[in-house]
């Protein structure tokens, strides 16, 4: 799947969150919450229904996520991941674990308690 942009995710959160609506539910939806008119929502639908990561059914102009919210954070983790840290995983944890503050002690249990269910 190509890589979904901010403008594109902004229309992926409420089919992730709510699920299939029409098309002007998005709008005002988006309306609402950004600014956007109704041109702007419906070109980013159609180039999300380009993409494949929507499904457009009629009658109502029905959109509905084709992808979920968890692929999308993977294929960008795993983009990320290889841009800036040459595909190491490792080299990517340490920079997030160096960065300043580090992790709260409960977070550091979630890690642990990760790596423990994935050996």
Do not use: H
């Not at 229904?49 to 102009?61: E, Q």
């Not at 960065?99 to 550091?108: I, N, R, S, V, Y």
Request: proline share 3%; charged share 30%.
């Amino acid at each position: 799947m190509e890589k979904l942009f901010d403008s594109e995710l902004k229309v992926m959160e409420p089919l992730w969150a709510d699920g299939a609506q029409t098309a002007g539910a998005l709008a005002k939806r988006l309306g609402d919450s950004c600014g956007w008119n109704r041109n702007t929502t419906y070109t980013v639908i159609k180039k999300l229904i380009d993409k494949g990561a929507v499904a457009r059914s009629d009658p109502g102009f029905v959109c509905a996520p084709l992808v979920s919210r968890e692929e999308v954070q993977r294929l960008e983790t795993d983009s990320l991941i290889t841009r800036l840290f040459g595909g190491s995983k490792a080299q990517f944890l340490s920079a997030f674990l160096s960065e300043k503050g580090g992790l709260t002690p409960g977070e550091a249990e979630q890690l642990r308690e990760l790596i423990r269910n994935w050996e």
